[in-house]
């Protein structure tokens, strides 16, 4: 049973950059598509971006994220690491990383918590 614990969140004011990492052990990583989704509160969670076993990345089709948010992998720490740039308020959200198992992402983690003051 793969576990994932994401970190790197906190407080930052709008403009600012954070890059959070999500940690994975107990299971395969390397060959597995790997993902971010954000929930803001009160609203549904949103994929953000997503990273397959080759590298290639999706990012959601929403011009909200585009140009400001980049995923990245590293297999051989078995972490996937989401870099924030230009952040805005409306980026505020506790930001889960999963592991793609099939056509589903099946394994997720605790989430961590970034707000973005203005």
């Known amino acids: 049973q793969v576990q994932l614990v994401e970190s790197g969140g906190g407080l930052v004011q709008a403009g600012g950059s954070l890059r959070l990492s999500c940690a994975a052990s107990?299971?395969?990583?390397?060959?597995?598509?790997m993902g971010w989704f954000r929930r803001p509160q009160g609203k549904e969670r949103e994929f953000v971006v997503s990273?397959?076993?080759?590298?290639?990345?999706?990012?959601n089709n929403a011009d909200s994220v585009k140009g400001r948010f980049t995923i990245s992998r590293d297999n051989a720490k078995n972490t996937v690491y989401l870099q924030m740039n230009s952040l805005k308020p409306e980026d505020t959200a506790v930001y889960y990383c999963?592991?793609?198992?099939?056509?589903?992402?099946?394994?997720w983690g605790q989430g961590t918590q970034v707000t973005v003051s203005s």
């Open positions: 999963a592991r793609k198992r099939g056509t589903a992402y099946a394994d």
């Open positions: 107990g299971g395969t990583f390397s060959s597995y598509t």
């Open positions: 990273i397959s076993s080759s590298g290639g990345t999706t990012t």
